[in-house]
């Protein structure tokens, strides 16, 4: 819930609380520079940008510089500029009605500065808060001068004014996020034409709408996401237009395997469905996590494309949502998702990673195979130290067990029997709860492991339920 905005209603009223006029920029200098003093976090919710893109951020915002972040798909270019209109004052004061969000100290359309000469100090003030101040748009190739800038207004013209009149314009989605932060999307797919409309904006801080003799000081910041030109080969920055930009900032994908885990679990939407929470264990998050730095490291994907961080969102969430579906049809009370549930992941993702020429008809099997290897690092490293004779021991006498995406955990629990040691690894898997739920993941992770590892063999049915059959 946003606070009580501000009282004060007049010219008059602002100026006799002592309000001082600050350019967008020196707002966000200023409110930057207090939370590093303060420590509070400048960026909420930005992940694994601390001591790489941060730091030359926030030297452009205190440089006052406009900016272009340019990265690969998924790399949180937007969410990064979507965190910056938290540095803007919570509220600040606008003629009452303008569509442009003009200063009531300096007005500067036609139509608030004709009211403040007609009404003085009792020129009538709103207030605006920070949440609305900024503006975004996506650069698709029919984005038009008007789009952003303005035009002329044929309802206006209608109205009777006469086409030499400035207040028949149409003003366009820059200028009215006046005196607050613009964002261009994909800057490079905006037309050329099109992107020679901002050079002005950017230098001389004003606009020009067709043949009107119009100059509007603009007060705002302008910030830009692009992919490598490389990669897209649907445009470019235009030179002048780079050069007016104070600031070039890469981004990058998680550097970390514990960033992209903490990236997982503060964005994956393990949401309640249909009565039911979805539980995505401590261990299969890691395998999302090894499968997408994989795919992402692996020859035989695309490098200038890129795997975005969305990839490893959409496998978790898919993982989650096949554990959803076995507890609706099997009628298990909590729906815990297990190996079985990561099978699914690899059709449902192939379309978002792009693989190199060499490798058409392979996709599949190439994830699959990347997918194991996920599972067998995760593995080594929470199981691989333990001692899983207990396990092992009931394959001894030739005792198999079948798993699947239908088989309740009960029903699981029932074809292993009693293990000898189900307690040490749950607890090395971080798995507290005693539900047949968790117990059911832990131990058909373990088997995975044990089959990966070559302790044990796997067929597997070809009925597209993933049965899977576990044996000595």
């Known amino acids: 819930m946003r606070p009580t905005e501000p009282r004060e209603n007049t010219l008059g009223g602002l100026r006799t609380s002592g309000h001082i006029q600050r350019s967008v920029k020196a707002e966000i200098r200023h409110n930057l520079l207090g939370r590093l003093r303060s420590g509070e976090s400048r960026f909420p919710g930005i992940v694994g940008f601390d001591d790489t893109v941060l730091p030359h951020l926030e030297r452009a915002l205190l440089a006052g510089h406009d900016l272009v972040l340019l990265g690969e798909r998924g790399q949180g270019k937007t969410r990064l500029i979507r965190?910056?209109?938290?540095?803007?004052?919570?509220?600040?004061?606008?003629?009452?009605?303008?569509?442009?969000?003009?200063?009531?100290?300096?007005?500067?359309?036609?139509?608030?500065?004709?009211?403040?000469?007609?009404?003085?100090?009792?020129?009538?003030?709103?207030?605006?808060?920070?949440?609305?101040?900024?503006?975004?748009?996506?650069?698709?190739?029919?984005?038009?001068?008007?789009?952003?800038?303005?035009?002329?207004?044929?309802?206006?013209?209608?109205?009777?004014?006469?086409?030499?009149?400035?207040?028949?314009?149409?003003?366009?989605?820059?200028?009215?996020?006046?005196?607050?932060?613009?964002?261009?999307?994909?800057?490079?797919?905006?037309?050329?034409?099109?992107?020679?409309?901002?050079?002005?904006?950017?230098?001389?801080?004003?606009?020009?709408?067709?043949?009107?003799?119009?100059?509007?000081?603009?007060?705002?910041?302008?910030?830009?996401?692009?992919?490598?030109?490389?990669?897209?080969?649907?445009?470019?920055?235009?030179?002048?237009?780079?050069?007016?930009?104070?600031?070039?900032?890469?981004?990058?994908?998680?550097?970390?395997?514990?960033?992209?885990?903490?990236?997982?679990?503060?964005?994956?939407?393990f949401a309640d469905v249909g009565g039911v929470q979805a539980e995505v264990p401590d261990h299969l998050v890691e395998v999302i996590a090894r499968f997408t730095r994989l795919v992402r490291e692996s020859t035989a994907v695309d490098g200038r494309s890129g795997v975005s961080a969305r990839f490893a969102l959409a496998g978790a969430e898919t993982v989650a949502a096949g554990a959803v579906r076995r507890a609706a049809l099997a009628g298990e009370e909590r729906a815990v998702a297990r190996v079985c549930d990561l099978a699914p992941v690899v059709p449902s993702l192939m379309g978002k990673v792009e693989f190199e020429v060499s490798e058409e008809g392979r996709e599949q099997e190439v994830l699959e195979h990347l997918l194991r290897r996920a599972v067998a690092e995760t593995y080594r490293r929470t199981l691989g130290p333990a001692d899983l004779t207990g396990l092992l021991d009931k394959f001894d006498s030739g005792d198999i067990v079948e798993s699947g995406e239908l088989v309740p955990a009960a029903e699981l629990l029932r074809r292993i029997g009693q293990v000898p040691g189900l307690a040490k690894i749950m607890e090395r898997l971080g798995m507290s709860g005693e539900s047949p739920e968790q117990a059911a993941a832990a131990l058909e992770f373990a088997l995975e492991g044990l089959y990966l590892t070559r302790r044990l063999s796997k067929d597997v049915a070809g009925g597209g339920d993933g049965t899977a059959t576990y044996h000595t």
């Open 83 to 269: 965190t910056l209109g938290g540095l803007l004052d919570e509220w600040t004061p606008v003629v009452a009605g303008c569509e442009i969000n003009d200063h009531p100290y300096a007005p500067v359309c036609v139509r608030c500065r004709r009211l403040a000469a007609e009404a003085g100090d009792d020129l009538p003030v709103a207030w605006l808060h920070r949440d609305d101040r900024y503006g975004e748009k996506l650069a698709t190739p029919d984005t038009s001068v008007g789009d952003l800038i303005g035009d002329v207004d044929p309802i206006k013209v209608a109205e009777g004014r006469t086409l030499g009149d400035p207040e028949t314009v149409h003003f366009g989605l820059v200028p009215r996020t006046n005196r607050g932060i613009f964002s261009i999307n994909e800057l490079p797919d905006l037309a050329e034409r099109i992107q020679v409309a901002l050079l002005n904006v950017l230098e001389e801080r004003d606009v020009q709408v067709r043949g009107y003799a119009l100059r509007l000081p603009l007060d705002l910041l302008l910030v830009a996401s692009a992919n490598p030109e490389d990669y897209t080969n649907r445009g470019r920055i235009i030179t002048p237009l780079k050069d007016r930009f104070g600031a070039e900032i890469r981004t990058h994908y998680p550097l970390e395997l514990d960033t992209e885990l903490e990236l997982i679990r503060q964005e994956a939407d």
